[in-house]
């Protein structure tokens, strides 16, 4: 994938997962995540943002049953990938599955019980800075 370089501080990572059975150091894993997912992607460290929250236990049903804590096979942990509209059909699907990679190693999930949904911020709708943004 190209290295994307709009003065835009994107991509956006927000992950939501049940809180972890075994400590888990997440400052650690948000800025790690971070920096991989740059190397990967040739996003330039400065313009990756990563968030992780928890759901409180219980608080996650999938097919009727809740858990306490993230299991590694069921309940996916869930992250948004907000990124900007000028990426192909292509380059999406390479941020898709280098994050899915890269948040199942840091968490020890199995990627397949990574659910990531991508959003595409339009140009002149985005915020940032003071002003609006425009990148076409």
Excluded: K
């Excluded at 898709?96 to 595409?120: G, K, P, Q, T, W």
């Amino acid at each position: 994938i190209a290295p994307l370089n709009t003065g835009l501080p994107v991509p956006f990572v927000h992950i939501t997962s049940l809180p972890f059975a075994q400590p888990f150091d997440t400052p650690a894993a948000v800025v790690s995540i971070g920096q991989d997912f740059s190397v990967a992607t040739g996003v330039a460290a400065e313009h990756v943002t990563v968030t992780w929250q928890y759901l409180s236990s219980d608080h996650y049903a999938v097919g009727g049953s809740t858990m306490a804590h993230q299991p590694r096979d069921s309940h996916p942990v869930l992250v948004e990938l907000l990124a900007p509209d000028f990426n192909s059909p292509e380059q999406i699907e390479t941020l898709l599955h280098a994050l899915a990679r890269i948040i199942a190693a840091h968490c020890d999930v199995a990627v397949e019980n990574i659910f990531v949904n991508c959003r595409s911020a339009r140009s002149g709708c985005v915020f940032d800075a003071g002003d609006i943004v425009r990148w076409r």
